[in-house]
């Protein structure tokens, strides 16, 4: 099975800006969660989809935005982009079938903003 | 609420020698438990979990942890280190059916295996 894609894999945009990731879960994973990573926060949970559906939100301004198809790819959305956005977006797909609880993180987005 | 806790944020070993990283969570509901590693450059490669049963779980490339809910810990260990092994790890938990697929994350420990 193949896994979980993000494009683009790197990525440099101005301040201002706004920015588009996008991400295919593995096949048959309907559910997909966004992940920002920096060296001064760690790892902080964005959002979570599941059928199209904003299933579980983080503490991040509403500048980040994401959806869901009916195939279960996602992309996410940064508007108005500032310095601190700059970071490395990971995307993780799962089952969600409450049976199994892994996610399944793909290679990430790096962002950087000038 | 749930948190993780890493004991330490470098960890050095001889290659050969047991690697041992520590994990400490807390969670209101019955926790899952992830151990995650990353190499640079690359996303998270999942490494072992714990949800339910045997507290003992074993993973891939010779790593297993434990899971001990008196002491809300769950160390990871391998016997013998690697070079390969030299990479950043993240402990992480969910609250499985409560909180959907939602990871919270320790802040990671670098390990690095001296030859």
């Known amino acids: 099975k193949a896994g979980v894609t993000q494009t683009p894999r790197y990525l440099i945009k101005t301040r201002g800006q706004q920015v588009t990731l996008s991400c295919s879960p593995i096949?048959?994973?309907?559910?997909v969660s966004w992940y920002q990573q920096t060296p001064g926060q760690g790892l902080q949970f964005l959002f979570e989809y599941f059928s199209e559906t904003q299933r579980n939100k983080g503490n991040f301004p509403g500048r980040f935005s994401g959806r869901q198809f009916s195939n279960s790819r996602s992309e996410m959305n940064v508007s108005t982009l500032e310095l601190g956005d700059s970071a490395l977006y990971l995307c993780a797909s799962s089952l969600s079938d409450f049976v199994s609880y892994e996610q399944y993180f793909g290679p990430g987005t790096r962002l950087t903003v000038t | 609420a749930q948190s993780v806790t890493q004991l330490g944020s470098h960890v050095s070993v001889s290659e050969g020698a047991l690697v041992l990283l520590r994990c400490n969570y807390s969670?209101?509901?019955?926790?899952?438990l992830f151990w995650y590693v990353q190499y640079p450059n690359q996303g998270l490669q999942l490494l072992l979990k714990y949800t339910t049963g045997a507290t003992l779980v074993k993973g891939i490339n010779g790593f297993e942890a434990e899971f001990k809910k008196s002491e809300t810990s769950f160390h990871l260990t391998k016997p013998s280190a690697h070079m390969s092994d030299a990479a950043e790890y993240f402990c992480a938990v969910s609250g499985g059916e409560t909180s959907g697929s939602r990871l919270t994350f320790g802040e990671g420990t670098q390990l690095t295996v001296n030859p």
């Open positions: 096949s048959g994973h309907r559910s």
């Open positions: 969670s209101s509901v019955p926790p899952y």
